[in-house]
């Protein structure tokens, strides 16, 4: 943590200019890197693949700090992630309980069943502790708790179908609003953004799921894809078509996805030939990834005003 | 007088994962007598996908792991194509073998700086690579420090390999570019340059920073190249499709035993899985995935894990780079941490080098697609490599959707507990004998494990073990 913030900083007036915030607001940020006794920041893993955590580390930058390392060192003090952290075994479980003034990112899903042991996180004096009590435990006391991922925000992917672990959404597990990174996975941009913002202190404004209203701004993908009515892609397979008649769930997804683009904007799904499949989405994954073929046909499952949005 | 050592977690890796090893002195020198591998989470991934159209399972399946997502996609695809008696245009074969690579690239570079690395090097002092435990730091304060250097560059030189696979993808992790049929992505000749310039800059990272850093650790820790062996059994199912029928592949299918060199060919008849000390209902055990169950019982007598057990002809197998260089005759020199780490890094030499040549073989806005339509009725398998190792997807279409889905991961081979026989898993089997210099810190039992690269969040059938009677637990 004693390395550069001057660096972070200057990242951050870039990063602050696209999240509309104005230099004023950047002494905020800049006396609460300054304050040895700033916040901390937690990352947990429950019920995932671990996809968001690689999608973080993808994230990448024209100005500094230009990746996740700059990240990592020279802005946020992560006092444990599960797939970065060096110790191992009651290390961890002293590590995070020590923690006092910190934001809480939880990647994955809520597993209840089996009493929580679906789920083991780390043993505590020689105690398993379910997955469900760490993160209950460690949201009380966090300034700001954070999803990462559509199964965090929403159960997702891992409480899909028969939900044999009986999968929750942080929300539902915690009883208390989240702010929620959704996407499977979420954009690395997403991710670092938010955790700016909080870092200075600030209040995240969300939309009706919880979702940052910076970068979920109530524009339908379709307004902003290039690709939007640009001939309508009959089968898989064409290059540079509408994906609406296929099913695609840009009419109703809000995801940014056709302006930052992915992987150091290189690509993004619609751009590879693909229906977007709305993985931002409360309802994601439904029971289809696509919507109901043909234009003014029922909305399919990615529809807004799911059941299990959040709000913060 | 032995004692229990419990790690819980073993971190750096995917997913969560708890070892509990008993140490006892041999010829007075402490060492493991016995392992009990377990993973601490269970998602039950296979009967989620139940009633699922059958097309979807290529992204589903994605979602299992976000670090090797791509493979998944693959064997999905390969199985509903099978079922569907379809065959892909040449240049969807060839846009998958290039998005693999990259994928196996990325979570090779991944695995030995990030995940294994700081088993034996220090990493910057400050979270998250601090607390961390004060072991045996061989390797001088020059070389340390070019580590933690080369430890940020690989962050970047992973980043960059899941861009190259973007390139042509859409996106990493979580491609939607993997369809039953083939591939979404008419390639474009810009695209094909982009993947090509990024093409130089992984070949050069591989060849002048990794390769050298794998040699370095190995000279310094010379013992490692004879610790944590394990029965020696090495298994593939082969991996990326050098013809349209997927009989060629790049790495060849096939199994040596007890470190024979005569490689035996692969049946996947004769894989089953084992539950006598999984969480599952024992009239389930031995069974082909074809017919398997995931029927959790918990608890249940005997038992402490939620990975089932997979055998071939009722034997336990390694399965990784090592088998894969090891089958295909490109690497003979041995089994332990160390053949493994160098195994790696042989091997992600071998995808650079021959994605350019694959890459000359795409024809700029030719073909990606053909329709591929499952029929009401139908089974399949989909056998392929992930990076970690051999991986399975055995599926059943009733009705029109899924009724049966059963994937075999590498790690459940690896990571795997007890058979019915009670005859230890892989890693389990390669932790003992490994000698531990402090019981409090037993970085030895990391090492070993962590050249193995588990991923638990691709062993769908994890849960936790039953609670012996610890005497430490870390």
Redesign the interface.
Known sequence: MQVSRRAFLKYCAVASASLGLGPEELVGLEAALADPAGPSVLWLQGSGCSGCTISFLNYVSPSEPVDAADVLIKSANLVYHPTLSAGAGESVAAAVKAATNYILLVEGGVPTAFGGHACIPWSDGGREVPFQEAVRTLAEKAKNVVCIGTCAAYGGISAMGANPTAVKSVREAIGKDTINVSGCPPHPNWIVETLVQLLQGKTVAVDAQGRPASLFDGRRMCDQCPFHRTGEARSLGVRGQCMEALGCQGEVSPSPCPTTLWNNRVSWCVAAGSPCLGCTQPTFPGTSLLRSRGRGGPRGPGGPGGPRGGQN | MPTVV???????????L?VDVTIDPVDGKPQVVDARVSG?????FE???????PS?AP??TQ?????C?VPHGVAAAMALEKAAQCTIPENARLLRNLVMGANFIQSHI?HFY??SL?DYVG??G????????NVDRRIGAEDSARFVDH??AA??A??QV??M?????????????F?P??????P?KAQID?FRKYCGIVTDFIRSVYAPDVELLASQYPEYGQLGRGYGNLLAFGGFALDAAGTSRFFAAGRTTAGAADVQPVNPEAVTEQVACSWYDNSSTDRRPSDGATQ?V?PKEGAYSWLKAPRYEGQPYETGPLARMAIGGLYRKGVSVHDRHRARALEAMKIAEALPKWLDEVKADG?????CATGAEAEAAGLTEAPRGALGHWLKIRGGKIAHYQVVTPTCWNGSPRDDQQKPGPIEKALVGAPVADAKQPIEV?RIVHSFDPCL?CAVHV??PSDPA?VI??
């Open positions: 419990t790690i819980d977690p073993v971190t750096r890796l995917e997913g969560h708890r601490t989470s269970f998602r039950g009967t989620m996908l139940v009633d699922r159209a979807e992204h589903l979602r299992i792991c976000g670090v997502s991944l990030h995940l700081l990493g910057p400050m979270p998250p690579w601090e607390p961390q435990w430890y940020k962050l970047k992973v980043r899941n861009e696979a973007a390139v042509f993808a859409g996106r990493q992790p979580h491609s939607p570019a369809v049929g083939g591939f979404t992505n008419v474009t982009e959790a918990c073909p990606v697609y053909t329709n990391l969040a849960c936790r610890h637990v870390l």
